[in-house]
């Protein structure tokens, strides 16, 4: 019995792996949802007050979380990551209890919460927070020295969460308004942080106290704190919205690197102004800021560890030579400000919407100052990176994403709908919209997909199902027998009908608009059919109608 039960087991956890199922947790559930404990309550502003001790690696300090009771509950949800703790919390200066699920805290409430009403509770909590192993892409706190020494200090926690560090409501559906970040560190150590430097305060211990505050909405993972022995310098962009603060950070060691690297900036902005609108966040100013990995969109203090190089750590990922032009960590990361930060994810299964449209932001940069060509090549050159292993959409509810292809595939599949749209401008005017109509909001799938195809007056809604949802390229198949051309789309989800370009003989580009059905056109020769190589499909010519 005993046997064959750990037969059984073995055989189910084979086949959980073949199939590459998760099997999600309770804990999963807690930080993926919106559970009964979270949306009760409107998130209004943080302010996040942490000592951060780098001689032993801990931290300590309080959150203010003020809120607005949509409907009354007594049972409010908090998240701080093990081995995070939370030693007290307080509303109106009063105790509260509460218990610890994981990942999660419920606090029980004693004051009535009433409806409309504005409250606020104070999370007081320390602990030696995860260290990330692979920043950014594991997250937590990157614990690292320069070359004299001193601490070099910074934090990324994309996907894995803000409460991997701080107590808050850990899911990305709910913002704050507004918010609040001070950051006591050892002398002559600087925090910076997101928003601006409203003043410093100089501590009796020898720390000293850095102050900043953000105007605007806030996603927890754009939220860091980032520790070293930087050199500051400033400049501004006169943008479309005005004049822009921009202030740049870099470690001693690496100042003149990085006063040559940091001057593409202005020309990153000025291009993004152009294709997606003003900069969204005029009245936190933009920040780069050096780090001791990659790099991160933080909004409005976009974080950098590219190496001073142009390209991703020096290589082309494109393998087209335009990925050499610039320099991946500032053009792909300060992209975010309008797709992340500006336009957020409301559950991370949705996360196209940070990754397609950056990965996309990447070739019209490079369209804005190569031209158009070099930027369709740029894109066509990553489709070699897409893998085709797993729907782009993930899991909801569950704080999982789906394949990395929402990089490189999802570029493309932009590049593709472009493509359909066929009016440069029209394109455009769609993207700035978007930052407009979705201006400092959370969103979903749902939302974007709409939008696009509404406004190109186009319903893409097949196109969305078979790049996002469905891991299968569309096959344009064709055959040519007495001057008479068919063709058809295989490979392709129920309804697929998007319309595509094609050179005819004369020349012209065309369009042509197959179904799933074969339908026929008359050609004068049997030439093979030239399809618009913007578009992400394969075209295969058959031997005759199968
Ligand atoms: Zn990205």
Redesign the pocket.
């Given at each position: 019995m005993k046997v064959l039960y750990t037969f059984a087991l073995v055989f189910l956890l084979q086949l959980a792996a073949s199939a590459q199922t998760y099997i999600f947790t309770h804990d999963d559930t807690l930080r993926g949802s919106i559970t009964k404990e979270r949306a009760w309550w409107d998130l209004q502003f943080y302010h996040l007050n942490v000592r951060v001790q780098p001689q032993d690696s801990t931290l300590n300090g309080s959150v203010t979380v003020r809120y607005k009771v949509l409907q009354p509950y007594q049972t409010l949800q908090i998240d701080l990551q093990r081995p995070m703790n939370i030693s007290r919390v307080t509303q109106d200066g009063q105790t509260l209890s509460f218990r610890r699920d994981g990942n999660a805290f419920f606090i029980d409430l004693v004051k009535k919460q009433e409806a409309q009403k504005q409250e606020s509770l104070v999370i007081e909590y320390n602990g030696r927070p995860h260290v990330a192993k692979r920043a950014p892409w594991d997250g937590g706190f990157s614990w690292k020295k320069d070359k004299d020494g001193l601490p070099f200090v910074a934090t990324s926690c994309q996907g894995l969460g803000a409460s991997v560090w701080w107590p808050c409501k850990d899911h990305m559906y709910d913002e704050p308004d507004s918010m609040r970040i001070s950051v006591t560190v050892p002398k002559p150590l600087m925090d910076i942080s997101n928003g601006r430097l409203r003043s410093i305060t100089e501590n009796l211990d020898g720390t000293r106290t850095f102050d900043w505050y953000v105007q605007n909405p806030i996603n927890n993972y754009g939220v860091n704190v980032n520790i070293g022995n930087y050199v500051a310098w400033t400049d501004t962009l006169n943008g479309e919205k005005g004049t822009l603060d921009l202030s740049f950070y870099a470690l001693a060691e690496n100042l003149d690197k990085a006063k040559t690297q940091f001057q593409q900036t202005k020309p990153m902005l000025r291009a993004f102004e152009h294709w997606f609108g003003p900069y969204p966040f005029y009245e936190d100013s933009y920040k780069l800021v050096e780090v001791p990995y990659l790099g991160m969109?933080h909004q409005s203090s976009v974080t950098y560890g590219n190496g001073y190089k142009n390209g991703y750590l020096g290589r082309d990922l494109s393998a087209t030579g335009w990925g050499l032009k610039w320099d991946f960590i500032i053009i792909?990361?300060s992209g975010?400000e309008w797709y992340?930060n500006n336009i957020t994810y409301k559950d991370q299964a949705d996360m196209w919407i940070?990754?397609s449209f950056?990965n996309y932001s990447e070739n019209l940069y490079t369209e804005y100052y190569y031209g158009k060509e070099a930027g369709s090549d740029y894109v066509i050159g990553c489709r070699k990176l897409i893998r085709n292993d797993k729907p782009i959409i993930g899991t909801y509810n569950v704080n999982r994403s789906g394949s990395g292809d929402m990089y490189y595939k999802g570029g493309n599949m932009l590049h593709t709908i472009r493509q359909i749209i066929n009016n440069d401008e029209k394109w455009r005017g769609i993207l700035r919209g978007m930052n407009k109509t979705f201006y400092h909001q959370t969103v979903t799938t749902q939302q974007i997909e709409d939008y696009i195809s509404n406004e190109a007056g186009i319903n893409l809604s097949k196109v969305f199902d078979q790049y996002l949802r469905d891991i299968r390229i569309p096959v344009l198949e064709y055959h040519i027998e007495k001057k008479k051309l068919s063709y058809r789309w295989n490979n392709v989800v129920e309804g697929f009908d998007m319309p595509i370009k094609y050179k005819a003989e004369n020349g012209e580009w065309k369009t042509l608009k197959p179904t799933t059905q074969w339908k026929s056109i008359k050609v004068k020769k049997s030439s093979a059919l030239d399809v618009d190589r913007g578009f992400y499909i394969e075209v295969k010519k058959l031997a005759s109608a199968s």
């Open positions: 969109e792909h990361e975010h992340a940070h990754e950056t």
